[in-house]
C-alpha cells in the first residue's frame, strides 16, 4: 500500500535550518509529485511547494521563496524539504503529501518542527 | 492572489445532514477537492474533483458545485465526523487550501 513516512520532530534555534524527509513506498517513486504542506498550531493548511521526484524540478510558494529548498534521493525514494532562516513562527507541523492527476491522496504523519531559544 | 472562502464552524445534530461550503471566484471553472483532518493526524480525503467520493471515504460524503460554491454534505452525520474540513483548488500552477470549518456535532 501507498504510504509516505515522515522523520522525527525537530527542535531548532531562530536562524538555524531544519530538514524533513519523507520516504515513499508502495508506489513507483518517480512517477507522482511530492507536496510539502505547513500547518501552524491551531491553524490551517498552507502549501509550501513541490517536486518531481523524476526530473528534481520544483516550484514554491511565494510566501516560502529563498527560504525552502526541495530535493529527493531517488536511490531511497526519499523526499525531503529544507527550510532555513528559522523563525518563532515557522513553529509548525509539515506533511508530505503525493498528488495523482490532481489531487493529494496519500499523506505522511506529519513532522513537527519547533523553533524556540 | 487566489482565495477560498470557509465558514469558520458548522454545528450538526447527530444524524442530520451538515452542509460545509467553499467559496472562490472562477470556481466554476475549478475541481475543488475536499479534506477532513481530526487533531494531530494528518489530512484525508474525502471529496476529489468537485463529486468524486475515494475508495473507503462512506457514500454519506457528498461533494456538489453551483456557481463559485461548492459544497460538502454530510449525511446522517455521526460523532466520529468531527473535524476540521478544508476544501483545496488549483490556481496557475499553485495550490490553495480554503481555511477550514469545524464540524460539530451535537
Known amino acids: 500500500q501507498v504510504q509516505l513516512v515522515q522523520s522525527g520532530a525537530a527542535v531548532e534555534t531562530p536562524g538555524a535550518s531544519v530538514k524533513v524527509s519523507c520516504k515513499a513506498s508502495?508506489?513507483?517513486?518517480?512517477?507522482?509529485?511530492i507536496h510539502w504542506v505547513r500547518q501552524a498550531p491551531g491553524q490551517g493548511l498552507e502549501w509550501v511547494g513541490s517536486i518531481n521526484p523524476d526530473s528534481g524540478g520544483t516550484k514554491y510558494a511565494q510566501n516560502f521563496q529563498g527560504r525552502v529548498t526541495m530535493t529527493r534521493d531517488t536511490s531511497i525514494n526519499t523526499a525531503y524539504m529544507q527550510l532555513s532562516s528559522l523563525r518563532s513562527d515557522d513553529t509548525a507541523l509539515f506533511f508530505c503529501?503525493?498528488?495523482?492527476?490532481?489531487?493529494?491522496?496519500?499523506w505522511g504523519q506529519g513532522t513537527l518542527v519547533s523553533v524556540s531559544s | 492572489s487566489y482565495e477560498l472562502t470557509q465558514s469558520l464552524s458548522v454545528s450538526v445534530a447527530l444524524g442530520q445532514t451538515a452542509k460545509i461550503t467553499c467559496g472562490g471566484n472562477?470556481?466554476?471553472?475549478?475541481?475543488v477537492h475536499w479534506f477532513h483532518q481530526k487533531p494531530g493526524q494528518a489530512p484525508v480525503l474525502v471529496i476529489y474533483r468537485d463529486e468524486s467520493r475515494p475508495s473507503g471515504i462512506p457514500e454519506r460524503f457528498s461533494g456538489s458545485k453551483s456557481g463559485n460554491t461548492a459544497t460538502l454534505t454530510i449525511y446522517g452525520a455521526q460523532v466520529g465526523d468531527e473535524a476540521d474540513y478544508y476544501c483545496q483548488v488549483w490556481d496557475s500552477g499553485t495550490v490553495v487550501f480554503g481555511g477550514g470549518t469545524k464540524l460539530t456535532v451535537l
Open positions: 508502495g508506489f513507483t517513486f518517480t512517477t507522482y509529485y
Open positions: 472562477n470556481l466554476g471553472t475549478k475541481n
Open positions: 503529501t503525493r498528488v495523482v492527476a490532481d489531487y493529494f491522496d496519500s
